[in-house]
Structure formats: structure tokens, C-alpha cells
């Protein structure tokens, strides 16, 4: 994909297990080149853009508009000249098969449905979702990771029932966790193992599929599992900063950011300072 925008993605999310999928976005100019068949399908969204699309593949001609509220899907293994002729700001998930297959089979549905091709679709829902990954991905690892394992569960089940031209059909898991099932979850997510706090290992010891342990956690939590974590890490990050023995990029690094940069930004961005100003407010 870099090679087609000609430009590298602003941020991109991506983790060791290549089922979870992978969030990039780009901000690119014009476009009118082939894209060739990718490996996975991928499900975009527009960020404050406004651009005709084009694309042709064979005799066959779609197009439509890249604006926010729309989406295009490019399933995979497809191939089709696309022209675009301003600047677009897309955010992109990568969504493997194998975890459309496994989200078909859990909800009843097709285990083969086959994604619909969509060129700037309008599907308000799918767009929100997606859009969501510009303000949630904060340089953290583990909230990272559990995000983009959140919303591909989420994205995923959403396109098998817009996209694919079969009829939704599924058997939801209604209420909260068991209180003894909330229990283990809620000390994985307080882990400070990744393992631990993967979506994959929190569903599997709640004997639940993915997206249905967020539909339960969130019932019994109010929050999502992504919500949450990001919540009690903010918690122990203001703990930290009220020992003035300890440095913000020590707290930063022990939170797992990748920087102090990455953490004042995600530190801000949920209460409005940053963290050296909390703490000179909280002495």
C-alpha cells in the first residue's frame, strides 16, 4: 500500500498474532495507479475528506464519494485501477480472513460469505467505528493491542451483516459475566502481561466468543474492555505522578508507552493537562 500512496501511514497498529488484523492511516494525494490483489480484505474509512473516487476493474466501472460517513471495502485477492484526484485522509483496517471465517461460524452465518466490493459507501455505523481509531490509539502496546483486537471483533461482525448480502442471523449472549468469570477478567486486564490481556484470553476463559465478552463485559462493567484498561491505567498513572521520587518517563515507560511523548499525549488527551501540570495541580 505504501508504494501505491506513495507515502508512508502516519500511524499504523499491528501486533504479533496477524488474526487480530491491523489499523493503519494515511493521509495521501491523488491517485491513479492499479492496486494489485492483497493478501487481506480492507474495510476504509474518510477522515474530514471530500473526493470522487474511481475504480475499474475489467469492463466493470464503480464509483462513488470518500467523505466521512462512507466506506470502501477491497476484498481480498482483488485488483482494480483507482482514480482519486485531491488529498484523502483514510484510516484502513486490514481484516484477515481467517477471522471473518471464525466471526461467520460463531454467528451462524455463511462460514464462506464473500465481502461485497463498495467504492465510498454511505454506512454511517461502519465509518464510526473505524473513525474511532484516530482518538483511541495512543502509543501504549497493551491498550493498543486490546483496541485493535476490540475493533476488528467489532468491524468484522459488522461487515458480515452490511456487507456480504446475507441476512444477519445471530445468537447473542445477553447479560453480564458471572461475577467469578468478571473476577478473572478483571485481573488479567490488571496484568502487566500482554498474553494476559489479549481479547483472545480474556474470551477463551470466559468461554464466550470475542465480540460476545465485550457485549457481556461491557454490561457488567459499563465500560469495554478496551475503556476499561485505559481507565485503570490512567488511574495508576495518576498514583505515579502524585511520588514525586518518580520521573514522568519513568512512569511512561513503566506504563508501557514507547515514549514520554506518547504518554503526555494520551495523558491529555483523557483529562485536558498534561502530566507535569496534573502533577504540579495535585501537589
Known sequence: MARVLKTAPLRIASGIDPSSGSIARWNHGELHDVVEPMIDHVVMTYIGTSQRLERRSGKHTSSGMARPGAVTIIPAGSSARWDISGNVDVVQLYLPQETLTRIATEADKAAQALLLERTGHPDPITSRLLATATEALDGSAALDSLFRQQLTELLATRVLSAHTGIPEVSHLH??????????????????????????????????????????????????????????????????????????????????????????????????????????????
Open 174 to 283: 445477553s447479560g453480564g459475566l458471572p461475577p467469578h468469570v468478571l473476577r478473572r477478567s478483571i485481573d488479567r486486564l490488571r496484568s502487566e502481561s500482554e498474553t494476559d490481556v489479549s481479547l483472545a484470553a480474556l474470551a477463551a476463559e470466559a468461554r464466550l466468543s470475542r465480540f460476545h465478552f465485550c457485549r457481556a463485559f461491557k454490561a457488567s462493567t459499563g465500560l469495554s474492555p478496551h475503556a476499561w484498561l485505559r481507565q485503570h491505567r490512567l488511574e495508576r498513572a495518576m498514583a505515579m505522578l502524585r511520588d514525586p521520587s518518580m520521573s514522568v518517563l519513568s512512569i511512561a515507560l513503566e506504563l508501557g508507552y514507547g515514549s514520554q511523548t506518547a504518554f503526555a499525549a494520551a495523558f491529555k488527551r483523557l483529562t485536558g493537562v498534561s502530566p507535569t501540570d496534573w502533577r504540579r495541580g495535585a501537589s
